[in-house]
């Protein structure tokens, strides 16, 4: 359980650095977020899902 949670609270906390990166939309954070959104294709069975 304790596990789950620390899993949990790090994607949240990845999540925020992302958007906080990406909110002033400038163009490195431009293409940064075209990085991370093509490095979740990489993830097995749902990855392309996600992108598109």
Known sequence: ???????VIFILMMA????GYVLPYGQMSLWAATVI???????PW???????
């Open 16 to 19: 925020t650095a992302f958007l």
């Open 46 to 52: 749902v990855g392309q899902d996600i992108v598109e």
């Open 1 to 7: 359980l304790v596990w789950t949670i620390g899993t």
């Open 37 to 43: 959104t093509n490095l979740m294709s990489a993830i």
